[in-house]
Structure formats: structure tokens, C-alpha cells
């Protein structure tokens, strides 16, 4: 078994636990690098051992190797921010389906199978990004955001997403037979109990929608390099951190982006832009796996970006495109 893996399993029923770092990273002693690296563990607050319940307590190890605790707050999907109407739409604008808030628009243009299209979150362009594809009925994207106009303009239909499947959907089959097998354990009063182990894990939030307005690649307050690699689209955070999808599994999926897709690594630098404003931080970790909050389930994601988020990343950001600052 992957050694995150067993690590994560150890760890995800504790009390405040979110997730970890899949690559080593220097350990921390208040927010100064010690010299020493180790296992990264994210926590939504840092307590005193002796506030813990016993097995609540994360292990000062890992097979050998440190394990350093580091709050980052609770990681939640990102909701929503203001903005007016553009024609033509450009990059980083309100934008969203009809049926939500609003989101920032990600990047135009992205290409598959010949189509132009335009990319960002799946939250942002679903009523509900735990559907399929084939259940999303209701397909007007507007700009703005129906947060910020009632009225607002339908600018595409959406086309497609990747399903964000929660961490406790499994085979309703297999759920039936560990029960009844628990059950008939307790009847002759064994002590054993069988689990369903079953890790759903997810690498993107991402959806498309066709634009059926003029849509632009410039960014609204032309503050991004629109040539500058991409390195992924924004779509959670906390008070601490933004977690970034990465584009490479965008491409896996047969998309094709307008410029170069960056590989990250902790200390690059990173810029995108929103509605409320643009935004240059740095990497803290390179490949995370981390639980994201979405309000109605909770969903694993695995080798996610985290950025440091010093109270400018908020609602509205989900959707965001980042590039590498070269």
C-alpha cells in the first residue's frame, strides 16, 4: 500500500484532521524552517496535547519518519464575491450557472476535439458538482454570478465536468454484506468488526461550458501575463491556505490549453486573478492530500496545490486560473 495512503487511513478519523503533504517538507517551529524535513500533517487547529482526547493525538512519527503538524484552518469550498457585467467576458470575472452564486471565470480559451471552450470549476459551473455529467439538466452559465444580478445575461451552456465524488460514497452492496457480517459477529459475540475500506479520490474540480457571447483571453484588470504558464485553477481554501487543482490532469483528460502547463514546487511563486483583485503568493506544498468541505459532503482530493493565503484568497476566488510568475 502507498505509504500517504496508510498514513491517511491512520489518521482521518482524529478530530480536526485534513490532510498531508505527499513530499517531504521542512519542519516548521513557529513558522521558522528548523533544518530538519518530515511529514507534513494539516490540521484545522493546532492544540496542546493535553487538550486532546487520546485518540485524537497525531503520531510525533511515520515509519521512521517526523511528522510536523501545521494548522491551516478549515478548507472549504470557495463561495462568493461582486462584480458588474462585461461584453466581451473576459478572464477573471463573475461568472457561474444559473442555479448558484458566483465564481471567478478561469481561463478562456481551453480546447478539446476541436471546440473552444472555457474552463474553471465544476462548482462553479454545476448545480451540483457529486452529478454526472449526465444528470446535469439545467445548462446557463451567466455573467455575473446570479449572487450578484437576479437578471443576468446567459454568456454559455455548460458542456462537461468531472464528477467530485464524496468520501463516503461507495457500493451499496458491499456496505449491505460488512453489516450483516457485523452483525452475525455480535450475535456470537465476537469481538471483530469488518470495515468497508474505500478511498474515493478525486484530482480535479474542473468543468467547461461553450461560450455563446464573445469571450476574450485578456484578464479584466490586466494584471496577469496571459502567455505565463498554467499551473492550475483555485478551488477551495481557508484561512490559511488555497488549494490549487493541478492543469496537468486537465490535459490527461484531453484538453489542451492556449500556453505551457508548469510543475510546482514549494517556494515558486504563483498569481491569479479575481474579481476582488489579483493575487501573487508562493507554494507551500508542492503535492497535498487534502478533505475539502463542500458544504453538503465532504470529498478527497490527492495531489493538490497549497498556496499561502495571507486574508486575500476569500469567496469569489473559486475558479481562478494561476499561473507561474516567471
Given amino acids: 500500500m502507498d505509504g500517504n495512503l496508510k498514513l ?14 505527499k513530499a517531504e517538507q521542512p519542519v516548521l517551529a513557529e513558522g521558522v524552517e528548523t533544518g530538519e524535513t518530515g511529514i507534513r500533517v494539516y490540521v ?13 493525538v497525531i503520531p510525533s512519527e ?8 501545521v494548522e491551516i484552518g478549515d478548507v472549504t469550498a470557495l463561495a462568493v464575491d461582486k462584480t458588474e457585467r462585461f461584453r466581451p467576458v473576459p478572464i477573471g470575472v463573475s461568472v457561474g450557472h444559473v442555479s448558484i452564486t458566483a465564481c471567478s471565470l478561469g481561463i478562456y480559451p481551453i480546447y478539446k ?8 470549476n465544476a462548482h462553479c459551473y454545476t448545480p451540483d458538482p457529486s452529478l454526472s ?54 450475535l456470537v459475540g465476537s469481538g471483530t468488526r469488518l470495515s468497508l475500506e474505500r478511498e474515493n479520490m478525486n484530482y480535479i474540480d474542473f468543468a467547461v461550458y461553450v461560450p455563446t457571447v464573445t469571450h476574450t483571453d485578456e484578464v479584466a484588470d490586466g494584471s496577469i501575463d496571459v502567455s505565463a504558464p498554467m499551473v492550475g485553477f483555485l478551488f477551495a481554501g481557508s484561512s490559511e491556505v488555497g488549494v490549487i487543482c493541478k492543469a496537468k490532469y486537465v490535459v490527461d483528460r484531453g484538453f489542451t490549453f492556449n500556453v505551457p502547463v508548469a510543475e510546482m514546487h514549494s517556494g515558486d511563486k504563483v498569481k491569479g486573478c479575481s474579481f476582488w483583485c489579483n493575487y501573487e503568493t508562493v507554494v507551500t506544498d508542492e503535492s497535498a492530500m487534502l ?3 463542500y458544504g453538503n459532503f465532504v470529498a478527497l482530493f490527492d495531489d493538490v496545490v497549497l498556496v499561502k493565503n495571507e486574508d486575500i484568497i476569500r469567496g469569489g476566488w473559486s475558479g481562478t486560473g494561476f499561473r507561474k510568475v516567471r
Avoid: T
Fill in 133 to 186: 455529467p449526465e444528470q446535469v439538466k439545467e445548462r446557463r452559465i451567466v455573467q455575473p454570478g446570479r449572487y450578484h444580478d437576479g437578471s443576468s445575461g446567459i454568456v454559455g451552456e455548460y458542456f462537461w465536468h468531472e464528477k467530485i465524488v464524496p468520501v463516503d460514497e461507495g457500493c451499496p452492496i458491499g456496505k449491505a454484506v460488512v453489516n450483516i457480517l457485523n452483525f452475525l459477529a455480535k
Fill in 113 to 120: 476535439d476541436g471546440m473552444v471552450l472555457v474552463g474553471g
Fill in 44 to 56: 484545522r487547529r493546532k492544540l496542546p496535547v493535553s487538550l486532546l482526547r487520546k485518540q485524537d
Fill in 291 to 293: 478533505q475539502v468541505n
Fill in 8 to 21: 491517511y487511513r491512520k489518521l482521518r478519523g482524529k478530530r480536526g484532521f485534513v490532510g498531508l503533504s
Fill in 62 to 69: 511515520f515509519e521512521g519518519k517526523r511528522i510536523d503538524v
